[in-house]
């Protein structure tokens, strides 16, 4: 049974475009600082409640992992939004027909689009330095969700999220 769970995350994994992420931060930080971390107290993420929770177990376990530490009173706050957008659909095929004759002229035309209508997941981490009230690191996760896919798929989709979007964090120097 634990191949087939893992045959599946796999399939998932492989059928589903990998997350790329986008990073941006203040070059002038010292990341050294920063040692402990909470979420942002209003957070609003815009995911379901269990993916969320998910989201949140799974942010919390890979922070802990590299050594930050969750408290009360964080050096700094990560603030997670999350969104959907359709993928811009520019392939399309056209199909005309047109005439001419003795001062006539007409024409019909057809776009049929291609592609999918696939929605796509857009999840912005954003690191805010608790003394400063300021941003100081972001990390912009692209990718597709697949809204009926099962707890254990989208656990594995969150885990990938993860590590795409910490994968630089804090950057080299």
């Not at 590299?66 to 993928?87: H, K, L, M, S």
Request: some cysteine; aromatic content about 16%.
């Amino acid at each position: 049974m634990k191949y087939i769970k893992i045959l599946f995350t796999l399939l998932f994994l492989v059928s589903c475009t990998a997350p790329k992420a986008f990073f941006d931060y203040d070059t002038r930080t010292d990341f050294t600082q920063y040692k402990s971390y909470n979420f942002y107290p209003d957070i609003e993420t815009g995911l379901e409640k269990l993916d969320e929770k998910r989201l949140f177990r799974l942010t919390d376990s890979l922070m802990q992992a590299r050594g930050f530490v969750r408290t009360a009173t964080p050096d700094f706050y990560i603030n997670i939004e999350t969104g959907f957008f359709e993928p811009n659909n520019d392939g399309a095929v056209g199909v005309g027909v047109g005439g001419t004759g003795r001062n006539v002229g007409g024409g019909i035309s057809i776009g049929l689009p291609i592609g999918s209508s696939n929605h796509n997941h857009e999840i912005v981490f954003d690191l805010v330095d608790v003394r400063k009230d300021q941003l100081y690191w972001q990390a912009i996760v692209k990718g597709y969700f697949d809204e009926e896919a099962t707890p254990e798929e989208r656990e594995t989709y969150f885990r990938a999220v993860l590590l795409k979007a910490f994968e630089k964090y804090p950057p080299e120097k």
